[in-house]
């Protein structure tokens, strides 16, 4: 009996209604939820550990970080299938926005409304990810 036959048998799927792939490189968590944890913190940005693999998040890249108290930064949770928040913050990734950032170019706007926390100030920068596909 093969690993792949003992996962679906204690699945209760018989191994005579498998269907094998020839090209899997690796099993797959069956819910699919990401791991991740923020391993440590530097002056330029952070690193971000997902399932095991590490990631480096520059501030220039992700903005919204650079500025954030640690305690904000660390408190980071994956949902969904990719996605990436950090609920303190607002701020929500995908995995593939981090992997890869060049696809995702920043768009500043610049908004003539101020905030509703902050009067004082009569623009506002906003920056958001578009999708360059």
Known sequence: MTVTDLIFYRHGIPSKQLIYLEDVQSLV?????????????????????????????????????????ESKIYNVESFGENGIRWPDLDVDLTLDIIQHPQRYPLTYINSAEPAPDDQSSSNKLLIRRTSRR
């Open 29 to 69: 968590p069956i819910n699919h939820m990401l791991t991740v944890q923020v391993s440590r913190l530097e002056s330029e940005g952070l690193w971000l550990r997902i399932n095991g693999l590490e990631y480096f998040l520059g501030y220039d890249l992700f903005p919204w970080l650079r500025n954030a108290s």
